[in-house]
């Protein structure tokens, strides 16, 4: 990232707002206090706004006081970020909301690498180039963008992509799936257009695919968990042939009730979106539609369990039990309660995956000229074991 003045402040004209300031650098404080000093109000969004409707009396007070404290004052030739977001909100397609989002220490937008979903010209920006502010789009379905400014020259316009979900996704920094963002044009009208049009399609896909490859995923493991306990109970041996006690039969059950609680996560997290685009796709009354809705009840049953764990790994909320209890034995109760769960997905696993493909938004996924993954073809035979694992 190329170096920058210590502190900065960055003037742009809002519509609503009047004069808008955003203090950054990584004395981003001495920029602060300028603004303090110079009668400028902190905003809801980190931004400050001058006092009164003079523009040119704010910003006479202002640069003298921005000299004192070494910060240099810059005016962008742009409309202030956050009312462009708030007209592209409004005209893209569900209920969208904007929140422009500062980033006033170079540092913190090195925080946005691991959710910032992407592999276009975006996150490369974000990577090489200071960007002191963006503006984060959110819909009501949960898709998030993150919008900023294309370069310095405002013919260029603005750069779009996705955020991942927090809370579905720890990491998607370079991740394969990841839709490639765009740039827009800069008024807001064509730029709306082109994320409906063109992004969303996109990123929706993009989302489908990536859910259905971690499920898979974890359906494969759950299944190599599965069949190796059961091998086991059949026996009554382990896996070197050795003989096993009634002691023992407990302790291989709790081994798999926790690993498999590890792995049924990702199902638990990222299955729901799939079947409700699968519920959208499936024909009434047909087998698919039993199917979707047999494995919808079989995840409702295990919602309190994955809700109770992630109550555990949050000190203020837990319940006093599971502050007390280690973490593989919250593991090992949670994963017990989630068999039956677990063995519907299992015996489901081929239908499920053929209803998801045949649900992707826009169509199944063929193979892409640039390398771009299909979601995962299916790799779970049925099973043939028993019904049940004993407990």
Known sequence: MPPNHPAEITLAYSRTAGLVAIAHG????????????????????????????????????????????????????????????DRIAAQLPGTWTAQVEIYSHPIWQTDLLPWLWDRGELVRTVEEQRVPYAAKLTSSTGIELLLAERDEDPRLGYLVGAVASHEEFDNSYDN????????????????????????????????????????????????????????????????????????????????????????????????????????????????????????????????????????SQNPASAQPSARLLPPVEVRTRLGLEAVPAIETWLAESEAFVRIAEAATPGGPLQPLADGTPPAPKAALPPSTRPSSVRR
């Open 26 to 85: 990584e004395q981003y404080r001495w920029a602060r206090t300028a603004l303090e000093q110079s009668g400028f109000t902190k905003r809801g969004d980190g931004s400050y706004h001058a006092p009164g409707p003079d523009v040119p009396a704010a910003a006479a007070k202002l640069l003298p006081l921005a000299h004192r404290h070494h910060t240099t004052v810059d005016v962008s030739p742009r409309p202030y970020l956050g009312d462009i977001a």
């Open 176 to 311: 394969p799936y990841a839709p490639p963002g765009i740039a827009l044009p800069p008024q807001p009208d064509p730029a709306a257009k082109a994320i409906a049009d063109t992004f969303l399609p996109s990123c929706h896909r993009a989302l489908h695919a990536r859910r259905l490859d971690a499920v898979v995923s974890a359906l494969d493991q759950l299944r190599d968990e599965y069949d190796a306990v059961t091998a086991i109970w059949e026996s009554g041996r382990s896996s070197d042939g050795t003989p096993l006690t009634g002691h023992d039969m407990v302790e291989v059950n709790k081994t798999f009730a926790e690993h498999a609680w590890r792995i049924f996560r990702a199902v638990l997290t990222h299955a729901p979106g799939l079947l409700q685009q699968c519920e959208g796709a499936v024909t009434d009354r047909s087998a698919d539609t039993d199917t979707v809705a047999q494995l919808s009840e079989a995840l409702a049953s295990s919602q309190a369990a994955l809700d109770a764990w992630r109550h």
